[in-house]
T-cell receptor, first 112, second 113 residues
Framework: ETGVTQSPTHLIKTRGQQVTLRCSSQ?????VSWYQQALGQGPQFIFQ???????GRGNFPPRFSGLQFPNYSSELNVNALELDDSALYLC???????????FGQGTRLTVV | GNSVTQMEGPVTLSEEAFLTINCTYT??????LFWYVQYPGEGLQLLLK?????DKGSNKGFEATYRKETTSFHLEKGSVQVSDSAVYFC????????????FGIGTKLQVIP
């Protein structure tokens, strides 16, 4: 059974650019969620995907968007990057209806 | 909405000391409760969980009991080791609707030899 994997592990972008982060969910899981963890803070829910559709969203602007693919992998896209977008982005997979989520190692995004 | 409050760190203990990290929650429904651990430079690992009142989650010597009457889920360990140094997050997930996880701010634990 493979765990949740994310790529890349680290990324540096310039303010105003766009970024795409990727996540492969754990085998057998059909739901993917994304979280943003700023330095010294707890993770904050961005959104969740199930059956290739967004089925829940936290308090993040529309420039944060995502996709889920038929194999349940997922992408997080952030447009018009701002300095405050610098954070660890965590992907979590689960089985719909099950409250237990399994997290990847995260992608550390730095916006300069 | 849902929220989790946990004691802010850092917490510094000597090896073999007793650990308690307090956590209380507010939830509109009947959530599942979790403790996650984050080692330096890494993602989150599920440490333990409890899904109903009076359940005790346990793993690697850590324990926490789901107390519905006090809306608490305190983490305890009888004898900490240097390798336990990490940030610990209390969290909940509502069973209704989509199952997003709501986290506390995290408590940094440093264990010194």
């Amino acid at each position: 059974e493979t765990g949740v994997t994310q790529s890349p592990t680290h990324l540096i972008k310039t303010r105003g650019q766009q970024v795409t982060l990727r996540c492969s969910s754990q085998s057998g899981h059909n739901t993917v969620s994304w979280y943003q963890q700023a330095l010294g803070q707890g993770p904050q829910f961005i959104f969740q995907y199930y059956r290739e559709e967004e089925n829940g969203r936290g308090n993040f602007p529309p420039r944060f968007s995502g996709l889920q693919f038929p194999n349940y992998s997922s992408e997080l896209n952030v447009n018009a990057l701002e300095l405050d977008d610098s954070a660890l982005y965590l992907c979590a997979s689960s089985f719909q209806g099950n409250t237990e989520a399994f997290f990847g190692q995260g992608t550390r995004l730095t916006v300069v | 909405g849902n929220s989790v409050t946990q004691m802010e760190g850092p917490v510094t203990l000597s090896e073999e000391a007793f650990l308690t990290i307090n956590c209380t929650y507010t939830a509109t429904g009947y959530p599942s409760l979790f403790w996650y651990v984050q080692y330096p430079g890494e993602g989150l690992q599920l440490l333990l969980k409890a899904t109903k009142a009076d359940d005790k989650g346990s793993n690697k010597g850590f324990e926490a009991t789901y107390r519905k009457e006090t809306t608490s889920f305190h983490l305890e360990k009888g004898s900490v080791q240097v390798s336990d140094s990490a940030v610990y997050f209390c969290a909940l997930s509502d069973r209704r609707g989509y199952q997003k996880v709501t986290f506390g701010i995290g408590t940094k634990l440093q264990v010194i030899p």
